[in-house]
């Protein structure tokens, strides 16, 4: 077993000392936390791979600190939690918050080799580098939806979500995905025609993601509908999303109407970041945290007066832009405490690249073929992302949807020529 970076927190020293000398054993690197406190500075420092986190402490117990991890986005590793006198609801309500598993103490070495080996394996599932619902706060936008997809995630059945491009859609598809199962975000279109059950196949007990559906042509559509029809057999869930709601989808006729009628059934609006600003300081803590942990960059935290700036800020590129935004501030602050005055700095500067005047008064001619309308299109949609992310190709994969070499060619065929 390769070795792992374990944060070990207890506030008993014997345990502590016990845990770490059988850890270290093993061939791991294990790092100490005797409260709650030094567990949270710990975490920030560097994320570790596996943390085993003690139930009741005195300052705050092991449940709580769980929560606070989740709410934040840094949950991004496998927490067991350890309990001497732990009942089965505590076990249950650490489960539902993330927890990995449930120690009781005193604990047998078999039993902790065994879960920790599982733990490690886990940890290969786990995304790192992406932000998820857990990282938005608390607000009643938010709480409302999660509970509205909780109670979709029950069934397999389609779902259609409806939300601005660059914002949370596809975490909200992801929200939805169980556990350690495929997870296929189609953006060869030619497979709903040509392969529907190779797809289907991949995905088997997972999630199929159709992202703008509305960039589907009629027998694409089609396809897609056959798709849906047989996804059941395969335990799929089929989860679309456009930008366009259905009073526009029906007006301009975009969609076929079988289609748009197996879609409007299971239509969920996705509230766009201007509708619950309270949650940008928790979600710009959650980017940045992630953001080190990707580039090995040095940590920089955010004062009240910066937070305050940016959830002031109107956001018409909606999570993209907050996420764009939030690495220049990681990147070009000289302090390592982010201000209101760098915060300002970095907004000037996007505002002065004319974000939301892109987005809002695109000259796009209307008066073409189909074909060519797209093609300008997509030509203004990736030379906005470009300008936002600094030419960041891995981003604009993420962004876009598209894998590296079908962004390349698309590209390449939009004649638009990638700087440095």
């Known amino acids: 077993m390769a070795s792992r970076n374990i944060l070990v927190v207890d506030d008993e020293v014997g345990i502590r000392e016990l845990l770490s000398d059988i850890l270290r054993d093993e061939g791991h690197q294990v790092r100490l936390a005797e409260n709650a406190q030094v567990a949270r500075d710990e975490r920030l420092r560097q994320r570790p791979d596996l943390v085993l986190l003690d139930i009741w402490m005195p300052d705050c117990d092991g449940i709580s600190l769980l929560k606070e991890w989740a709410n934040a986005g840094l949950l991004t590793m496998p927490v067991i939690m350890m309990s001497g006198h732990g009942t089965i609801d505590t076990a249950i309500e650490a489960t539902r918050l993330g927890a990995f598993d449930f120690l009781e103490k005193p604990i047998a070495l078999q039993k902790l080799l065994k879960t920790v080996g599982a733990a490690i394996k886990h940890t290969e599932h786990l995304a790192h580098t992406e932000i998820n619902l857990s990282s938005f706060g608390k607000s009643g936008v938010i709480q409302e939806l999660k509970q509205r997809l909780e109670q979709l995630a029950r069934h397999k059945n389609t779902l259609f979500l409806i939300g601005k491009k660059g914002g949370s859609v596809p975490l909200c598809a992801k929200f939805l995905r169980p556990q350690n199962t495929p997870w296929v975000a189609l953006t060869e279109y030619d497979k709903l025609v040509s392969a529907p059950m190779e797809v289907l196949e991949q995905a088997r007990e997972g999630v199929v993601f159709v992202d703008e559906v509305t960039r589907l042509g009629k027998t694409e559509q089609k396809g897609l509908g056959l798709l849906i029809a047989k996804s059941e057999k395969y335990g799929v869930r089929v989860i ?123 000259p796009l001619n209307l008066d073409q073929p189909l074909r060519e309308a797209r ?39 939009l004649g638009i020529k990638i700087k440095g």
């Not at 997509?378 to 906005?384: A, H, I, K, S, V």
Request: hydrophobic letters at 40%; aromatic letters at 6%.
């Open 240 to 362: 679309c999303a456009s930008e366009f709601g259905l009073p526009q989808l029906i007006e301009k006729t975009m969609l076929e109407q079988s289609l748009l009628q197996t879609l409007a059934g299971a239509a969920v609006k996705v509230p766009c970041l201007d509708e619950h600003k309270e949650d940008i300081p928790d979600l710009v803590n959650a980017m940045a945290t992630l953001m080190v942990e990707a580039s090995k960059i040095d940590y920089k935290s955010f004062d009240v007066a910066a937070l305050n700036a940016l959830r002031n800020t109107d956001w018409p590129g909606d999570l993209d832009e907050l996420e764009a935004v939030v690495q220049n501030l990681l990147m070009t602050s000289l302090s390592d405490s982010i201000t209101q005055a760098d915060v300002q700095r970095v907004l000037a500067d996007f505002q002065g690249q004319g974000s939301e005047s892109v987005q809002h008064h695109m």
């Open 375 to 413: 093609d300008e299109f997509e030509r203004y949609y990736f030379q906005y992302h470009m300008r936002l992310i600094k030419n960041n190709m891995s981003r604009l994969s993420e962004i876009s949807g598209l894998e590296r070499t079908h962004l390349y060619r698309k590209l390449k065929q």
